[in-house]
């Protein structure tokens, strides 16, 4: 090759192609993206859970440009004069009066409003329903305990930026949620009401609440919202993606297909589809109709209120909560050398607690599964959640615990619907947060362990056809069909470990931590159902007796019959 061909640079024929080459030569995206172009993903509905937060999110972002156009947030004092004429001449603040305005006087403000607020439900609910697959499926094991934990911190954020949005537009509603926050904030001791002023500018509600809620709106929780999925997505590329069990899916491959360009493709019009679903939902249902609430004012407090249904399990919580409980009250008055400090722990227990129990549980749960298993190998196929009875079982539990104080929060609502006593409503639900969790795990877990106890019979005597034949020697029999070797390996292709005693150290010792993970094992393990070996499967495929898989030879007798 002469110097002048081997010195001879590509030149693109068309515009596109010399900007894109122009581009290329001096980032090297090419290499970036036939790189991640070539990464392969497995094909399952539940994965769609994290492509329509991701989505979702987009399209916050998108709506929520467009409304920041034209919102003022700012608590000064005003007199509407715009469209809505049920408000004009009340005083209000300039973010209750520009939030009136997107919604009577900017051409679309309305539409994109809803847009903004739905896609702000499905946000949170996509990222609470891929927490609990990835929960459920056990996709949060070794390499992916840190992507657990930022899809942790993603839930909080994504709870945060529903109730800063939540509360800028300074109507009643908005108000008294942010009024909870006071009480709340209030309540820490000694420094309680000095966070209050801080938080607030002075006395609640204060002047600057609503620009700094602003400011965390649209900055910084969006920010750190954007770096914990960027770096979520990296590490599924550098750990690669999680599947289920199947006939060629091992620990060290994945099956399925590429980025480029299937799954390119089917984002692309999953994405629309997500947008076209939130876009007809926001134009045909109405959702928190600002007009209807008025202007924030600290002395009325509507009845039949309720926040966002993320929020609503901490105000169900606080709902639930006595103020005395028998002898025993709950604020108590701590005299220190400056004055007497009120402990208001009917108010500081339930803000805290629940949710802490519940985001401590969330975090660590990695390590504790690993810690009771002795199990630190890499796992990159799934669990199905009946062949992880206990994990299933407490998922259900903190699944229960969660919807009894979502239900909590509209207590008034359910006693004034169903015309019950509106104290009856409120003991029930207390009974049911510590009885309702246990129910559900008991039933859950033994649901599990008797569909372990169906796969086992499904692989060993073949799947019941419902037809029950007469052989020629005058023997009954119900014909079962055997199932396929792709279904057979999804029953019998598991982890299920035993329970592991407990193991002295080098000095012959048994340490109490070692006995309680023990017992944690014993806890976890101690009723389960082994898969189908070989062996097994093999001598109950020897036999023709009834309800073992049907030979050939009683096939033959059958059909003849």
């Not at 996709?139 to 529903?162: C, D, K, S, T």
């Not at 009480?183 to 609440?209: A, Q």
């Not at 600290?298 to 169900?316: E, K, L, R």
């Not at 500081?348 to 975090?363: Q, R, Y």
């Amino acid at each position: 090759m002469s110097s002048s061909a081997a010195g001879q640079q590509y030149q693109p024929k068309t515009s596109v192609g010399r900007i894109t080459n122009f581009v290329d030569t001096r980032v090297g995206g090419s290499a970036i993206v036939k790189e991640f172009g070539r990464k392969i993903f497995p094909d399952h509905w539940t994965f769609m859970f994290g492509e329509v937060a991701l989505y979702s999110f987009v399209i916050l972002l998108l709506s929520g440009t467009f409304l920041t156009f034209f919102f003022d947030p700012s608590m000064a004092e005003t007199h509407y004069d715009g469209s809505y004429v049920p408000l004009r001449g009340i005083e209000m603040s300039m973010a209750y009066a520009s939030s009136l305005d997107i919604s009577f006087d900017i051409r679309g403000g309305l539409f994109m409003r809803q847009v903004h607020h739905w896609s702000a439900l499905l946000f949170v609910a996509a990222v609470s329903v891929h927490m609990l697959r990835v929960f459920f499926t056990g996709a949060f094991r070794r390499p992916r305990e840190l992507n657990w934990v930022i899809g942790g911190v993603l839930l909080i954020l994504a709870m945060a930026a529903g109730f800063t949005g939540y509360s800028l537009p300074d109507d009643l509603l908005s108000g008294n949620g942010l009024r909870i926050i006071d009480g709340v904030v209030k309540s820490i001791p000694v420094v309680g009401t000095y966070i209050s002023f801080f938080l607030f500018g002075g006395e609640f509600p204060g002047t600057v609440i609503i620009p700094r809620l602003y400011v965390l709106h649209i900055l910084l929780i969006p920010a750190l919202i954007l770096l914990l999925i960027g770096i979520h997505l990296f590490l599924v590329v550098v750990h690669k993606h999680t599947q289920f069990p199947g006939p060629g899916r091992t620990n060290d491959n994945v099956v399925g297909f590429p980025v480029g360009p299937v799954y390119a493709a089917k984002a692309g019009g999953f994405f629309f589809i997500v947008f076209g679903i939130i876009a007809a939902i926001s134009a045909a249902f109405t959702i928190n109709p600002i007009w209807n609430y008025g202007p924030y004012d600290p002395s009325p407090v509507s009845a039949g209120t309720q926040p966002d249904w993320y929020i609503g399990w901490v105000d169900g919580a606080l709902r639930l909560m006595p103020g005395v409980l028998g002898n025993f009250p709950f604020e108590w008055n701590i005299p220190f050398p400056w004055g007497t400090n009120t402990l208001s722990l009917n108010v500081l227990l339930p803000a805290l607690v629940p949710a802490g129990i519940v985001f401590m549980l969330l975090f660590a749960w990695p390590w504790i599964e690993a810690w009771v298993t002795k199990d630190r190998r890499e796992k990159h196929l799934l669990d199905r959640p009946r062949n992880a009875p206990t994990r299933t079982g407490i998922g259900v539990a903190g699944v229960v615990f969660y919807c009894v104080m979502w239900a909590a929060a509209s207590s008034d609502l359910i006693a004034t619907h169903f015309m019950v006593s509106l104290n009856d409503v409120t003991y029930w639900l207390r009974a049911l947060l510590f009885i309702g969790p246990v129910i559900g795990f008991i039933a859950a877990r033994r649901i599990a362990l008797a569909l372990q106890r169906k796969d086992r019979e499904i692989v060993l005597h073949g799947r019941e056809t419902g037809r029950i034949v007469r052989l020629p020697h005058g023997e009954f029999i119900e014909v079962h069909e055997p199932v396929d070797e792709y279904k057979r390996y999804k029953l019998v292709s598991f982890d299920s470990p035993e329970v592991l005693s407990a193991q002295p150290d080098v000095n012959g010792h048994v340490p109490k931590a070692e006995k309680r993970r023990a017992w944690a094992s014993r806890f976890f393990f101690e009723d389960r159902v082994a898969p189908v070996t070989p062996a097994e499967l093999e001598q109950a495929h020897s036999h023709g007796h009834h309800g073992e898989v049907a030979s050939e030879h009683d096939k033959a007798a059958i059909s003849s019959h």
